[in-house]
């Protein structure tokens, strides 16, 4: 029946069926090669494996993770245990040994560089460690100390490995051996302690009558085992580190071959046992007795088993029978090729990328190259051998791992460059596609060359012989495409395309690469090159973008086309990481499109762990919250261009949003706040970063969420505050830190941290000053009136929300800190009275009724502090006029004072602050129609009729010093509009001008005063259709909205 | 879903646990030269000797002296004739103990000229049941091995391999990915009279719809299939495969991963076949649902503890090729792709 088939985890044997079967056994590493007796596990995964009961329901996991460990697949292993880990129904014993695993998975990954192996050595030992200390009453606590003893002893190799290195001085190499041998006895040590102690065990072990009793015996014997192999493996290691001649070495390595025979000739027909004649044949090596040494190797490779395991041991003594057949002393070259040949004929194609297969196949070269090198130039096998020796060699480039170092450290051998210097005409596409390759590989030597001092080539040198290799390779792969047959592999050919629109693209040859590449990735997605091709095709429309010259016919061509590339590398390839670059494309684009729902959705495609989604939450966030800012802005007609002026850039779309302004705010703190948090994880914390926190935190103000906003400014590391203090160009750029200050203040105020707002105060005064200069004092007066116009609308969007609590505490806030600011005796600089004296308008702004005429007593209450402010500042310049930073300031408070008096009712002084500034600054457009607003208000407000007509004409006349004339200082809103007429810049301000021209013509016509209303009345209707011949727009949408109204009325009344 | 030729491979291996144990014993059933009377081999590791007088796809009946013994076929193993050639004798015992090779050479020095009436039709039927497991195991080509097992049908209606046959005919179909045509033959085998027979059938023919996208006709029958108290285990185990192989073709691969995962908690780990086909539709679940590394986790389970399964070895290694390319391994996308190149040249997953 089928369950009489057995798998191999019920082959794998116990302690006594070792003699059959099965299971991997590592070796002691040696210096330089595969057999370097890694000295590891092996037997102990082995025997545990053994032991693992086998229950019908029960993940086998045991003899998968053995097998992935031995096909090479360590990280897949690595990746299992964290799966297994996760399950709920993960097997017990598996948890408890999951550190002990883990470490044994890493002690046996082949790793490449000396950096790696460190790493590597000391996560290892603190997984051993751990492992120790919560189990240690498990069976593995010894193994694990065994494995600990093993890490010294890989710690010891790493010394003695860097003492060969060159460059290493005599003393370093003394010194490095030394330590090394250090390491050595302290394994030593632990190994004859746990012999003592083993020895002991089994000596007092009663018989075993049960089947558990047995298995507890033979693990008890398969420690005893494994403890005698690392005893005789440390000697072999401790000889090693002694000069070839030195007699040390020669007494601790015919020790180790002792032991090992010793071993052998005990436990000779178990796999263990063959394993220490295998390790007794590389200490005669050693002992360069290598008649004794090929004898010990040649009886592993004779065994007939050929199960994994045997496998595994026989590929090992392999590559030591070759190592010692090509030793310089031994020279049997012809013989090593032979032995290989012998061996490639036999393998399974799994063996083939095996460490010991790569072994085999990176010694077969150095015999092959040997042998070349022994032959006269002429002779007709040389030229063979050494392509056979460049074949093997860039197989063995092929895997990472230490053996690639080295196969690549030899390919940079003269004698395999010999011949390659000549372009030779390839015969068929093979031929072809491997001299494309040789020629690409001529970098690559040059460069080991050049680190292993072989050649002192310049910049220039090396730059001129990747050019010229990368224009010999490109050859070659176009003519292996010409060469393709119909039966010619096509993953081959699209190899050589591949290498095409790699060389391309490196060359600046982009539409040659998009070609190249994006065929590849649309017609063959699932071949090996498909996706690496689509990631080119992407690369090159990007570069097509930033060419210089581009047309914007090219450059749009090329976005289209870059989005489209994008797009398809997420539709086929979606959790790759390509997908996430691709998916980063495309939320550019359609944040450019304004595509909000598209910009989304790509943003939450991307893989949260996926690096770079949280700036691009950051990014899109932004967006959201511009388009909500905007969609509040024409759902409002107030300060309409104030909202988001300061807003970091961000890609706004403009078109309408199939959100409404909820939902986009909704998701803008959503995105933000994800993306923040992302970021942190990331690390990324640069200018996108604070300008996401920025744009929160405002939002956080702007809904009253005050603590929330004051956590973003206040983080040590990440916050507002510190980001903005920051000296990385990175992170500040522009004057964002200028905005990050101004928000970190509104929030420090909003929750009452007055003393570190006045500190914050400092710190942007201190910035503006030092990058500003003279024009400092203008700029952070701007900085201030738009800091209070920001808390203005956060005050009136708090009201439009129903937040009324939320905004009287923020009042509170800052007419505290006002309050605070003003009787401190710092209080009397020029821009810090103005900004009071703005916010306190702003206060007085939010409590303001727009459309009544009697004021709140609170907005009556601010303005009234506010005029109070502008008042003592305009009397400081009076008394000191440097108190100011010009003159135009001055002017600008006294246009800001008019204002406000005109809240207040006090007309008269209102027009005689803007007197004071029309009668020097005549064309003052601002202050002009402000004066006419005055007029027009007092008229409304009072019930003055007359005064709409100085209004519309201006006032206060005087005698023009050039032909002595009289002129109106005020023109009124019929000159304003005829100047503003001519500017286009200012058209809406025309249009107000014009509007309230009319307005003003309309109430003048139905007042009392007015003695021919139907004159005016008509003019009013002449001023609107004028407007609307000449401007048919008139204004937009708005404003002609109002043009109509006020039409209508018009006709209403001349009909009257 | 092989479940068929899990059936003829169970026959099979269980033959040679009987040859094995007979051999133990000092009698050895190879040398059949010396038997005088036609011996029927019992799964029940018994035989019955005597001459067939009748055989049908259902029973076969020997008679003995004056007594007529009829055995169902589906209590039979093989069975060998007397004086038959040595020749077929050696296929015979080479097919049941799985070298298939062995038997096909053995076949090929087999004179047919002479054979007539069982002993033609056993020679028939040997040779084109070993080159069909050779086809299923991607080692030899299937049209070939179809063709000889459908002339063993339509010339051998009443031969007692009549549905084994079927099967083989009803796998080759399916693993040459012409599913759609192998219903047909698995519904022959729910004309026997044995309810495990019957099962077998039905879930056959669900397999091989559910292969061909027939997912709703494939439910509809499974529905069919006897009440679980009278399925074997085996058959029971089949059935949670083809539940998750239908929620896989109706794109709910979390729901599959679930089914197979409690299937596999049920299931020994040294059932190869059962277990090789619920790692690969993890796998496929897995795709589905674009977790790729679980995917090379539960192909790697097939390549590395179950690659005694030809047919799903040979769908893991083509999986695992694409899986690694896709994981930027090129190298052991290349390894995956040499072994199945190497091991299933004929296979369909080798394309």
Redesign the interface.
């Known amino acids: 029946?089928?369950?009489?088939?057995?798998?191999?985890?019920?082959m794998i044997p116990s302690f006594s069926d070792l003699r059959k079967n099965s299971g991997s056994i590592e070796g002691p590493t040696g210096a330089r090669s595969i057999v370097r007796i890694r000295w590891t596990l092996v037997l102990l995964v082995l025997l545990s494996a053994g032991f693992t009961s086998?229950s019908?329901?029960?993940?086998?996991w045991q003899?998968?993770l053995e097998?992935?460990r031995t096909?090479g697949?360590h990280d897949?292993a690595i990746?299992?245990l964290d799966?297994m880990a996760a399950r709920p129904?993960c097997p017990p014993q598996l948890l408890e040994v999951l550190d002990y695993e883990r470490g044994i998975t890493l002690l046996s990954q082949p790793v490449s560089t000396r950096e790696e192996q460190l790493e590597k050595l000391t996560k290892t030992t603190e997984l051993f460690e751990r492992f120790r200390k919560d189990h240690p009453d498990h069976p593995n606590a010894t193994k694990a100390q065994t494995q600990l003893a093993n890490v010294l002893i890989e710690r010891g190799r790493l010394l003695v490995t860097d003492a060969d290195a060159p460059g290493v001085t005599p003393e370093q190499r003394d010194k490095g051996i030394a330590e090394a041998r250090q390491f050595y006895d302290d394994a030593k040590k632990v190994f004859q302690e746990q012999d003592v102690r083993l020895t002991e065990e089994l000596k007092n072990w009663p018989e075993p009558k049960t089947a558990m009793e047995i298995e507890q015996r033979d693990a008890l014997r398969a420690d005893f085992l494994q403890t005698r192999l690392s005893l005789a493996t440390a000697d072999y290691e401790i000889g090693m580190t002694y000069p070839a001649t030195a007699p040390e070495r020669k007494t601790l390595l015919e020790s180790a071959a002792k032991q090992y025979k010793d071993l052998y000739d005990k436990y000779g027909s178990f796999l263990a046992g063959l394993y220490a004649r295998m390790w007794e044949g590389r200490c005669y090596q050693k002992l360069e007795n290598f008649n004794l040494a090929t004898d010990a190797f040649e009886s592993i490779m004779m065994q007939a088993d050929d199960s994994q395991a045997f496998r595994t041991l026989k590929n090992k003594s392999t590559a030591l029978l070759i190592e010692t057949l090509i030793d310089p002393k031994v020279k049997r070259y012809q013989d090593a090729i032979n032995f290989y040949a012998d061996w490639e004929k036999g393998r399974?194609?799994?063996d083939?990328?095996t460490p010991e297969g790569l072994e085999i196949r990176y010694l077969s070269a150095l015999a092959s190259l040997e042998l070349a090198r022994s032959l006269e130039a002429d002779n007709k096998d040389r030229k063979k051998l050494l392509i056979d020796a460049r074949g093997s060699l860039r197989f063995v480039m092929?895997?990472p791992g230490e053996t690639r170092t080295r196969a690549r450290q030899t390919m940079a051998d003269p004698l395999l460059a010999v011949d390659e210097g000549q372009r030779q005409e390839p015969q068929d596409f093979a031929e072809a596609l491997e001299l494309g390759r040789a020629a690409l590989d001529k970098i690559e030597i040059a460069q080991i060359r050049q680190q292993m001092g072989q050649e002192a080539l310049s910049q220039e040198e090396l730059q001129k012989i990747t050019d010229e290799a990368e224009q010999e390779a490109f050859g070659y792969f176009e003519q292996a495409i010409q060469l393709a047959q119909p039966e010619t592999p096509v993953e081959e050919v699209n190899q050589a395309r591949y290498y095409l629109a790699y060389l391309s693209f490196k060359q600046g040859d982009l539409y040659r690469a998009v070609v190249f590449s994006d065929f590849l990735a649309r017609r063959f997605p699932?071949?090996?090159v498909?996706?690496?091709a689509s990631k080119i095709a992407m690369a090159a429309f990007a570069a097509m973008m930033s060419q210089p010259g581009i047309t914007p016919e090219q450059k749009d061509f090329a976005e289209r086309r870059m989005s489209q590339a994008a797009a398809y590398i997420v539709a086929v390839?979606?959790?790759?990481s390509e997908a996430t670059e691709a998916r980063k494309i495309l939320v550019h684009s359609a944040l450019r499109q304004e595509d909000i729902p598209q910009a989304i959705a790509m943003v939450e495609q991307i893989p949260p762990d996926a690096p770079g989604r949280g700036p691009l939450q950051l990014l899109v966030g932004r967006a959201l919250y511009a388009e909500y800012v905007r969609q509040m802005t024409k759902q409002s007609a107030e300060s309409p261009d104030e909202t988001n002026k300061n807003e970091p850039e961000a890609e706004t779309p403009s078109q309408a949003s199939p959100l409404n302004a909820e939902e986009l705010l909704d998701q803008a703190k959503s995105l933000l706040v994800s993306g923040l948090k992302l970021s942190i994880e990331e690390g990324k914390i640069d200018r996108s970063f604070l300008a996401g926190e920025l744009t929160l935190a405002r939002i956080y103000l702007n809904e009253g969420s005050d603590a929330a906003a004051f956590n973003l400014v206040e983080h040590p590391d990440t916050g507002l505050l510190a980001l903005a203090q920051s000296s990385d160009s990175t992170i500040v750029e522009g004057d964002l830190d200028i905005e990050a200050y101004k928000t970190s203040l509104r929030a420090l105020v909003a929750v009452r941290e007055l003393e570190k707002a006045s500190r914050v105060m400092e710190l942007l005064e201190n910035r503006v000053a030092q990058t500003a200069g003279t024009s400092g004092g203008t700029q952070l007066m701007q900085i201030y009136v738009s800091l209070a116009q920001e808390l203005q609308q956060t005050l009136e969007m708090l009201q439009k929300s129903g937040k009324t609590e939320e905004a009287n505490q923020v009042r509170a806030g800052f007419e505290q800190f006002l309050d605070r600011v003003s009787s401190s005796s710092e209080s009397t600089s020029f821009n810090v009275m103005q900004w009071i004296a703005a916010t306190y308008n702003g206060l007085g702004h939010s409590f303001d009724t727009k459309g009544g005429s009697v004021l709140s007593p609170e907005a009556k209450g601010y303005y009234e502090k506010s005029a109070a402010v502008y008042e003592k500042i305009i009397k400081q310049y009076g008394d000191d006029e440097s108190f100011a930073p010009s003159v135009e300031a001055i002017d600008t408070i006294e246009i800001h004072l008019a204002i406000c008096l005109r809240e207040l009712g006090r007309y008269n002084e209102a027009l005689k602050h803007l007197f004071n500034v029309l009668q020097y600054r005549n064309t003052m457009v601002d202050a002009q129609m402000e004066a006419a607003s005055t007029y027009q208000a007092w008229a409304g407000n009072e019930g003055k009729a007359h005064l709409y007509l100085n209004a519309m004409l201006g006032g206060a006349s005087r005698t023009r010093k050039s032909d002595g004339a009289k002129a109106n200082v005020f023109w009124g809103w019929g000159a304003l509009s005829k100047r503003l007429a001519r500017d286009k810049q200012h058209r809406d301000l025309f249009h107000d001008a014009r509007y309230n021209l009319a307005l003003c013509r309309y109430k003048y016509a139905i007042s009392d005063a007015c003695k021919e209303r139907q004159k005016n009345l008509e003019a009013a209707q002449l001023d609107i259709k004028v407007v609307a011949r000449l401007y048919p727009e008139m204004g937009g949408a708005e404003m002609k909205a109002k043009y109509e109204a006020l039409s209508k009325k018009i006709e209403q009344a001349l009909k009257k | 879903m092989k479940n068929f030729l899990?059936k003829l491979?169970?026959s099979m291996?269980?033959t040679r646990?009987i040859l094995l144990m007979a051999c133990v014993g000092g009698v050895s059933l190879l040398n059949i030269n010396s038997v005088r009377s036609d011996t029927v081999r019992l799964t029940s590791k018994q035989s019955v000797i005597g001459d067939v007088k009748q055989m049908t796809p259902d029973s076969v009946t020997l008679i003995r002296g004056n007594s007529e013994t009829p055995v169902t076929t589906d209590k039979i193993t093989a069975i060998s004739f007397t004086d038959e050639p040595s020749k077929l004798s050696q296929a015979r015992e080479a097919v049941v103990t799985g070298r298939f090779e062995d038997a096909i050479t053995a076949l090929a020095e087999l004179d047919t000229s002479g054979l007539s009436g069982y002993l033609a039709a056993d020679a028939a039927f040997y040779r084109a049941a070993a080159a069909a497991e050779l086809a299923l195991r991607g080692r030899s080509p299937v049209n070939e091995a179809g063709s000889k097992l459908a002339d063993f049908v339509k010339t051998y209606p009443e031969n007692y391999h009549y549905y084994q046959a079927n099967r083989l005919i009803g796998d080759l179909l399916v693993a040459a990915g012409q599913p759609g045509s192998a219903v047909a033959y698995y519904e022959t085998i729910g004309k026997a009279p044995w309810p495990e027979y019957q099962a077998d059938s039905k879930i056959g023919m669900a397999s091989a719809l559910l292969a061909d996208g027939k997912t709703a006709e494939a439910q509809a029958l499974l529905g069919q299939v006897a009440t679980p108290d009278a399925l074997t285990p085996?058959q029971k185990a089949q059935i949670e495969l083809l539940k998750a192989q239908s929620l896989i073709n109706e794109n709910q691969p979390d729901e599959a991963v679930g089914l197979i995962e409690a299937m596999?908690?049920?299931?020994?780990?040294?059932?190869?076949?059962?277990?090789a086909q619920a790692y690969n539709l993890l796998g496929r679940a897995h795709r589905q649902a674009?977790r790729?590394?679980?995917a090379?986790?539960a192909y790697?389970?097939v390549d590395?503890?179950?690659p005694?399964n030809a047919g799903a070895h040979a769908e893991a290694l083509s999986n695992l090729a694409?899986l690694w390319?896709?994981e930027?391994k090129?190298?052991?996308?290349?390894?995956a792709l040499?072994?199945l190149k190497?091991r299933y040249q004929y296979s369909r997953w080798n394309k």
């Open positions: 029946m089928v369950r009489n088939r057995k798998t191999q985890a019920e086998k019908q329901a029960e993940e086998q003899p998968f097998s992935l096909a697949y897949m990746f299992y799966r129904d399974p194609p799994s083939a990328s092929r895997f699932n071949s090996a498909g996706r690496p390839w979606p959790n790759s | 899990l491979k169970s291996k269980t646990f085996l596999l908690k049920t299931t020994s780990p040294e059932e190869i076949d059962l277990n674009n790729l590394q679980d090379l986790l790697l389970h590395l503890l179950y005694g694409q390319t896709a930027h090129p190298e052991r996308a290349q390894l040499e072994t190497q």
